[in-house]
């Protein structure tokens, strides 16, 4: 098994690289998120990879963090997704967007993957709700990067307090985080505070 592939980019394009490493090329198959995220070639990367056999072939699949292959490992794990549906789901929407789709059972986000009907994403939510934590995908949706946002607990429940009301008045997960992230915060906040000033940014 090859756990991560240190190397320098010989090409890129949306959906494959070639990792140079010690004279070797490998090719990847990985997420458009990663062809969008400024990466060239030449440049020196650390990818996180999965290597799937099949009857037909053994294909390796490359990521920039070990997050993101761990959810792809996840998807690959739900019934009826296979190797290239699971990169497609992580083309469309990013790990985090992702996990906070699944905890708010964000149908609609998930169906817009390209070959993710709405039944199958149904089944995602339905098998990998449980192996996400609510308060963890909110901090590192709000951190806006690899790292964590580090906030004080009673502002972090406000957050998701707000984020709840939200998705009970019908908005989806995905708008009421959006909205909620654009609030500036106060010390002192209170949930009530933080969803009134996520509205307005709902209209």
């Known amino acids: 098994m090859i756990a991560f592939i240190k190397g320098t980019v010989d090409f890129l394009s949306e959906g494959k690289m070639i990792l140079e490493s010690h004279g070797i090329g490998y090719e990847l198959n990985i997420p458009s998120s990663m062809f969008d995220a400024g990466i060239r070639e030449g440049e020196e990367l650390k990818i996180y990879t999965h290597m799937s056999v099949r009857e037909d072939g053994i294909s390796l699949f490359g990521f920039l963090s070990r997050e993101d292959l761990e959810i792809y490992r996840m998807l690959i794990g739900v019934s009826g997704i296979g190797p290239k549906a699971a ?13 906070f789709a699944v905890l708010s059972e964000d149908v609609q986000a998930i169906a817009r993957t390209p070959g993710i009907g709405k039944k199958t ?19 590192q949706k709000l951190a806006g990067n690899q790292a964590a946002a580090v906030r004080p607990t009673g502002e972090s ?13 019908g908005y989806s997960g995905t708008e009421a985080l959006q909205a909620v992230k654009k609030v500036e915060i106060i010390e002192g906040m209170d949930s009530e505070a933080v ?5 307005k940014h709902m209209f």
Do not use: Y
């Open 121 to 139: 994403a149904q089944k995602l939510i339905l098998e990998l709700k449980d192996k996400f934590d609510l308060q963890e995908a909110f901090e």
């Open 87 to 99: 990169l497609s789901v992580l083309s469309t929407l990013s790990a985090d967007n992702l996990r």
């Open 195 to 199: 969803l009134k000033a996520a509205l």
């Open 157 to 169: 429940d406000a957050l998701q307090d707000a984020v709840q009301a939200l998705t009970a008045l």
